[in-house]
């Protein structure tokens, strides 16, 4: 990231925010005009999404100030910013949101009178050269260590039921060669 001014900005002016609703053939920003917006599925929301995971009247906008509060409209599928599922949140740039599937972003332009971000320092990350464990560790598996060695009483039980099964199967086959006596 070196060379880059990242610029860090509030709305301060309402025609500037927009919400870019994310679809599979790339970003549609629609401009926060209005005062209160609302967003869902049916045809009298001011911003009509037609998923069938949006609601017909899913969340709503509202401009106080230089701010815009997100309400969701007690939508089936909810309303999530930044991953979170909220019921009312003031949303800042770069918020994520969510619309039942729909992702969108809360967006303004940058006013010519703000100023950048300090520039990115690059910090050095050496990987470790020694590796040990210490000397007071403890597995904290609640599960008992297995045991490698032999049991011999298990290994002959084991054997012996082989040997048993190797005997019924033979006997099984000999039993289905043998004819019936001729009268």
């Known amino acids: 990231m070196r060379g880059v001014a990242v610029y860090a900005t509030f709305c301060y002016e309402a025609k500037m925010a927009r919400l870019v609703i994310t679809t ?29 995971s949006v609601s017909g009247r899913h969340a ?42 729909l992702e969108a972003c ?15 320092q690059e910090v050095e990350a050496r990987p470790a050269e020694v590796s040990a464990r210490p000397v007071d560790f403890a597995n904290a598996s609640p ?5 490698t060695e032999n049991d011999p009483v298990r290994l002959a039980a084991f054997a012996a039921a082989g040997l048993a099964l190797l005997a019924f199967i033979g006997s099984m086959l000999a039993l289905a060669q043998m004819r019936a006596p001729m009268p």
Do not use: W
Request: net charge negative; with cysteine; proline share 9%.
């Open 24 to 52: 599979p053939s790339g970003g549609v920003p629609h401009e926060l005009t209005e005062t209160i917006t609302t967003i869902g599925r049916a045809p009298e929301n001011t911003m009509q999404l037609e998923d069938p």
């Open 60 to 101: 709503q906008l509202e401009q106080n100030g230089a701010d815009y509060q997100l309400t969701d409209l007690d939508s089936t599928n909810g309303t999530r910013v930044n991953g979170e599922l909220i019921t009312s949140v003031t949303l800042r740039v770069g918020d994520r949101i969510r619309f039942g599937k």
């Open 106 to 120: 809360y967006e303004c332009e940058v006013p010519d009178q703000a100023q950048p971000l300090p520039a990115l």
């Open 143 to 147: 599960f008992p260590r297995r045991r």
